[in-house]
């Protein structure tokens, strides 16, 4: 399985980014897809989650509202829509792919494989 994130970039406070995760290869065993991100010195953080079953969401309460996580079966993407962003939600923007069942969804460890990152930075 391979995973392509993109659509980061530099957006002004108040803006919205919208990224994608392309999955390919054997997907057909994925159990979900989440988006995490991590800013230097600081653990991965977990944001949203989609498990394929039921297309089920799940989101970290400081993104509740704000980010909303959608998938594309048909083209096996992932999104993350940002809007409202924040100085703070500057960091590199990670998706993974758990092909596991999990109670323990929010934790990076749950998950398989990782696309490469992308950059948000949100200006003041």
């Known amino acids: 399985v391979q995973l392509q994130a993109s659509g980061g970039g530099l957006v002004q406070a108040g803006g919205s980014l919208r990224l994608s995760c392309a999955a390919s290869g054997r997907t057909s065993s994925s159990y979900a897809m989440a988006w995490f991100r991590q800013v230097p010195g600081k653990e991965r953080e977990f944001l949203a989650v989609?498990?394929?079953?039921?297309?089920?969401?799940y989101y970290a309460d400081f993104v509740r509202g704000r980010f909303t996580i959608s998938r594309d079966k048909a083209e096996n993407t992932v999104y993350l829509q940002m809007n409202s962003l924040k100085p703070e939600d500057t960091a590199v923007y990670y998706c993974?792919?758990?092909?596991?069942?999990?109670?323990?969804?929010?934790?990076?460890?749950?998950?398989?494989?990782w696309g490469q990152g992308t950059q948000v930075t949100v200006s003041s």
């Open positions: 989609n498990r394929w079953s039921g297309s089920i969401t």
């Open positions: 993974a792919l758990a092909t596991r069942v999990s109670s323990t969804i929010a934790t990076p460890g749950s998950y398989d494989y």
